[in-house]
């Protein structure tokens, strides 16, 4: 089970942390993701980090503001958002994966994850 904390609303240009933690089940060995989903749209990929911490993938959208990490011993991932912007209003989601995949491409498809959090919402206002 993963779990999401840290939602809420900010103004732009805030920052703001998000967690999940898993329970119940370790996925220490798998690679974690973060998606989101705003309203009417589809879920999309935001970051992952591999289960060791050694590789992140991030979207366009988020490169250079948001920051994806892991603490395995805690069984938890982080998703540090700065300078946030009104479009990043959305729901967010953590995810695990035990696939393992280089080049990255895999980890931007929802597909490819098995286990999902229920979401954490985040809204960004003026």
């Known amino acids: 089970l993963l779990v999401e904390f840290g939602g809420g609303s900010v103004q732009i240009g805030d920052s703001l942390r998000l967690a999940c933690q898993a329970t119940?089940?370790?996925?220490?060995?798998?690679?974690l993701g973060w998606f989101r989903q705003a309203l009417g749209t589809e879920r999309e990929f935001v970051a992952a980090?591999?289960?060791?911490?050694?590789?992140?993938y991030y979207a366009p959208a988020v490169k250079g503001r948001f920051t994806i990490s892991r603490d395995n011993a805690k069984e938890s991932v982080y998703l540090e958002m700065n300078n946030r912007k009104p479009e990043d209003t959305a729901d967010y989601y953590c995810a695990a994966t035990s696939i393992d995949d280089a080049s990255g491409f895999l980890y931007a498809q929802r597909h490819t994850y098995a286990f999902w959090g229920r979401g954490t919402q985040v809204a960004v206002s003026s």
């Open positions: 980090v591999t289960w060791r911490g050694g590789r992140t």
């Open positions: 119940g089940q370790s996925f220490t060995t798998y690679t």
